[in-house]
């Protein structure tokens, strides 16, 4: 059957991360690899009733088809949201409902990406996207990240050498999978650059209300002079991944075309419950719940950065997070995440991470991984740590030589 396959299945291969995820849920392992919010926090009975009063209220023709950029109201609300938490001035015209942030990340690589074309992404940067990407088989090119977000100076360098990139992909606010913040000045200065080089910027958002200290900053958006920045943020970390809802905004030459791609995939996103979010929003504060979960969550993050400061080696580094989700972890060159992962980590510890390599487009980074600290209790994020870090410790040999560091296996 292989053989009637298209290009783009056969070489695009996530057997490994598929690996990964099934090790990681071996209920024997402490699993820091998915990127789940806490199961205890969704306002499941708020979200029956939601579900029940959009029905009363729409009644039969709520089963019916609908818009396809989704109910106005709805839509509206986004609007006054965009404004308010991301001063991102934007009509109910220039928003869509979609399936998730995936479904949006997918219907702008469908708009701008032929088969070859070029692109930049963070390096490192969120598998998913990748995995989107790979489809349409772009050529990447890869800007690295640092304590303030994407290296601008790198970017710029990469599109004067490279005039013909058409596509810039960002998670700017606690990034998937660093944790770390695009800067207010890179935010203008990626601007500026894409505004130079005629280039579309993707900036995909759904962290932005997870912040745990720290002030908030502008959307890219929000710096936007010439409608070049299509922002995507998404409901499944702010109230539940199982609804499938994200919003894309955009100005209307780029929605014109992105509603018909949209139309074409699946005509539109499941009335009934895009009808129940905008009766959520009527009838509950949902900054109110997004304050409950950011106390929370912010519990969980300083659970972890402890037990990395007190059972980590100091020769392991790793990132400090304002929000989010993910702690990002770099071992000493040399070092394979993902065969220290399979080898000895998973048997050993009884931990599971995500390796770096796969989130890089170009695969090749493997010192390092991605930590979750939202999904596990505070305690048994302690003993997870504990376990991997003692698992990392240099061998007796090597604390009292200079030998190039190597873990210490059992």
């Known amino acids: 059957m292989k053989k009637l396959f298209a290009n783009r299945v056969l070489n695009n291969d996530t057997s490994d991360l598929d690996e990964i995820f099934k090790n990681s849920a071996n209920p024997e392992n402490i699993s820091f690899a998915g990127g789940f919010p806490d199961i205890q926090l969704f306002p499941d009975d708020d979200l029956k009733q939601a579900y029940r009063d959009a029905i009363d209220a729409d009644g039969q023709a709520i089963f019916q088809y609908?818009?396809?950029?989704?109910?106005?109201?709805?839509?509206?609300?986004?609007?006054?949201?965009?404004?308010?938490?991301?001063?991102?001035?934007?009509?109910?015209?220039?928003?869509?409902?979609?399936?998730?942030?995936?479904?949006?990340?997918?219907?702008?690589?469908?708009?701008?990406?032929?088969?070859?074309?070029?692109?930049?992404?963070?390096?490192?940067?969120?598998?998913g996207a990748l995995a989107a990407f790979d489809t349409y088989e772009p050529t990447?090119?890869?800007?690295?990240?640092?304590?303030?977000?994407?290296?601008?100076?790198?970017?710029?360098?990469?599109?004067?050498?490279?005039?013909?990139?058409k596509l810039i992909y960002t998670v700017p606010d606690f990034h998937n999978p660093t944790g770390t913040t695009l800067s207010a000045k890179r935010r203008q200065a990626m601007v500026a650059l894409a505004n130079q080089y005629d280039v579309i910027i993707l900036e995909d958002s759904p962290y932005r209300d997870l912040?745990?200290?720290?002030?908030?900053?502008?959307?890219?958006?929000?710096?936007?002079?010439?409608?070049?920045?299509?922002?995507?943020?998404?409901?499944?970390?702010?109230?539940?991944?199982?609804?499938?809802?994200?919003?894309?905004?955009?100005?209307?030459?780029?929605?014109?075309e992105l509603i018909g791609l949209k139309s074409a995939i699946d005509v539109q996103?499941?009335?009934?419950?895009?009808?129940?979010?905008?009766?959520?929003?009527?009838?509950?504060?949902?900054?109110?719940?997004?304050?409950?979960?950011?106390?929370?969550?912010?519990?969980?993050?300083?659970?972890?950065?402890?037990?990395?400061?007190?059972?980590?080696?100091?020769?392991?580094?790793?990132?400090?997070?304002?929000?989010?989700?993910?702690?990002?972890?770099?071992?000493?060159?040399g070092t394979d995440a993902k065969t220290l992962l399979t080898d000895v980590v998973l048997p050993q510890a009884h931990v599971a991470y995500v390796p770096s390599a796969c989130q890089f487009a170009s695969r090749q980074v493997k010192n390092a991984f991605r930590l979750n600290f939202t999904s596990l209790d505070p305690e048994t994020i302690t003993?997870?740590?504990?376990?991997?870090?003692?698992?990392?410790?240099?061998?007796?040999?090597?604390?009292?030589?200079?030998?190039?560091?190597?873990?210490?296996?059992?």
């Open 211 to 256: 912040r745990y200290s720290g002030k908030s900053i502008p959307a890219i958006k929000h710096y936007d002079t010439e409608g070049r920045v299509i922002f995507i943020s998404s409901f499944s970390k702010i109230l539940s991944p199982a609804l499938r809802t994200g919003w894309l905004v955009a100005d209307p030459q780029l929605m014109t």
């Open 140 to 165: 990447y090119y890869e800007v690295p990240v640092n304590k303030n977000g994407m290296d601008i100076k790198v970017l710029q360098q990469t599109l004067q050498a490279h005039p013909e990139i």
């Open 269 to 333: 996103s499941p009335n009934i419950t895009l009808a129940a979010i905008n009766s959520y929003l009527d009838h509950h504060d949902i900054d109110a719940h997004i304050a409950t979960i950011n106390q929370a969550y912010r519990i969980k993050r300083d659970a972890m950065l402890a037990a990395l400061d007190k059972y980590f080696p100091k020769n392991i580094t790793y990132t400090r997070p304002n929000g989010g989700f993910f702690i990002w972890v770099t071992l000493p060159q």
């Open 383 to 410: 003993r997870g740590i504990q376990q991997l870090g003692e698992l990392l410790q240099p061998s007796p040999v090597q604390q009292t030589t200079t030998a190039a560091w190597v873990p210490h296996f059992n």
């Open 66 to 127: 609908a818009s396809t950029a989704g109910p106005l109201a709805l839509r509206q609300k986004l609007a006054t949201r965009m404004q308010t938490h991301a001063d991102v001035t934007a009509s109910a015209d220039e928003i869509m409902l979609t399936q998730g942030g995936q479904q949006a990340i997918d219907l702008v690589a469908k708009l701008l990406l032929n088969r070859g074309d070029s692109m930049v992404v963070e390096g490192p940067t969120y598998m």
